[in-house]
């Protein structure tokens, strides 16, 4: 049974910074890519990051560029979200995803919350 498990949310002022894991089970973790997405209040869910099964391909939306890092440590079938420079706009509920076999996996989510 695939499982995704995110943490690392919480509470940061305007600048601060946050590093999301997201923790996988139940496939070869090694063999698949993974993503982050994000869904902030009111509206829809968008991609935020994404990495290969090696992690030799990182790529980003534009507006995370230079802030966010996506990495993943496969030992530990865990995929890392890196967030710097954070702003209010990045409030957000934060999920990672895989796909396996054209099936879509998400976790529950993280909550990011960027407030003075």
């Known amino acids: 049974q695939v499982q995704l498990v995110e943490s690392g949310g919480g509470e940061v002022q305007p600048g601060g910074s946050l590093r999301l894991s997201c923790s996988a089970s139940?496939?070869?973790?090694?063999?698949?890519?993974m993503r982050w997405y994000r869904q902030a209040p009111g509206k829809e869910r968008e991609w935020v990051a994404s990495?290969?099964?090696?992690?030799?391909?990182?790529t980003y939306a534009d507006s995370m560029k230079g802030r966010f890092t996506i990495s993943r440590d496969n030992a530990k079938n865990t995929v890392y979200l890196q967030m710097n420079n954070l702003r209010p706009e990045d409030t957000a509920v934060y999920y990672c995803?895989?796909?396996?076999?054209?099936?879509?996996?998400w976790g529950q989510g993280t909550q990011v919350t960027v407030s003075s």
């Open positions: 995803r895989t796909t396996i076999w054209s099936n879509n996996y």
């Open positions: 139940g496939f070869t973790f090694s063999t698949y890519a």
């Open positions: 990495i290969t099964n090696t992690g030799g391909i990182r």
